[in-house]
Nanobody
Framework: EVQLVESGGGLVQAGGSLRLSCAAS????????IGWFRRAPGKEREGVSC????????YYADSVKGRFTISSDNAKNTVYLQMNSLKPEDTAVYYC????????????WGQGTQVTVSS
């Protein structure tokens, strides 16, 4: 059974940091790209970051560049999203997703973790 389990969300003040984790199981982790997405209340889902399985390339939305860092621990089948200098507009439910080989199409999705940034 494929599972993607996010953790690490919570409530933080503006300027603070959180590290999200996405623990994967049920598929060959090394073959998949892992992306982070978010959905804020009343807004469409937004792609935040992705790490490619083929060459380890990383991608970031302009809104998070310089503040968020994605990394992967293949031994643990886990991808992390380090979020620094958080802003109230980062408040959203954050989801991780897995796509075969690339960051363009995602096959599996987690249930999400809430991140709330207070001003």
């Amino acid at each position: 059974e494929v599972q993607l389990v996010e953790s690490g969300g919570g409530l933080v003040q503006a300027g603070g940091s959180l590290r999200l984790s996405c623990a994967a199981s049920g598929f060959t982790f090394d073959d998949y790209a892992i992306g982070w997405f978010r959905r804020a209340p009343g807004k469409e889902r937004e792609g935040v970051s992705c790490i490619s399985s083929s060459d380890g390339s990383t991608y970031y939305a302009d809104s998070v560049k310089g503040r968020f860092t994605i990394s992967s621990d293949n031994a643990k089948n886990t991808v992390y999203l380090q979020m620094n200098s958080l802003k109230p507009e980062d408040t959203a439910v954050y989801y991780c997703a897995a796509g075969l080989s690339s960051c363009h199409l995602f096959d599996y999705w987690g249930q999400g973790t809430q991140v709330t940034v207070s001003s």
